[in-house]
């Protein structure tokens, strides 16, 4: 079993930067994919962004490429998620999750492991 913790959400302001935080414990995540996923009020939980740990390979969702960047350290058993040039529209609570072979899935079913969530409201 994993078990995965967030911190690091807030309140900032349009343009501003966060870095989230998700500790593991239980197993080590050096051979789980790991991904952050979100879901704002009303919306269903949606893909961000994801790590491979076999290549150690990232993707993201188009909505924030080229802002968000999602790693690894894996002598701290910690996912990171690296959130700038924040606009109100990725307001939401935040979640990591992890799971043996997510194969680059963005489906929330495909993983095993969840954090509780972290909330991260960006005020304009």
């Known amino acids: 079993q994993v078990q995965l913790v967030e911190s690091g959400g807030g309140l900032v302001q349009a343009g501003g930067s966060l870095r989230l935080s998700c500790a593991a414990s239980?197993?080590?995540?050096?051979?789980?994919?790991v991904a952050w996923f979100r879901q704002a009020p009303g919306k269903e939980r949606e893909f961000v962004a994801g790590?491979?740990?076999?290549?150690?390979?990232?993707y993201y969702a188009d909505a924030v490429k080229g802002r968000f960047t999602i790693s690894k350290d894996n002598a701290k058993n910690t996912v990171y998620l690296q959130m700038n040039s924040l606009e109100p529209e990725d307001t939401a609570v935040y979640y990591c999750?992890?799971?043996?072979?997510?194969?680059?899935?963005?489906?929330?079913?495909?993983?095993?492991?969840w954090g509780q969530g972290t909330q991260v409201t960006v005020s304009s």
């Open positions: 239980g197993r080590t995540l050096s051979r789980y994919d």
């Open positions: 999750a992890a799971d043996h072979a997510a194969y680059y899935s963005r489906r929330p079913g495909t993983y095993d492991y």
């Open positions: 790590l491979t740990w076999s290549d150690g390979n990232t």
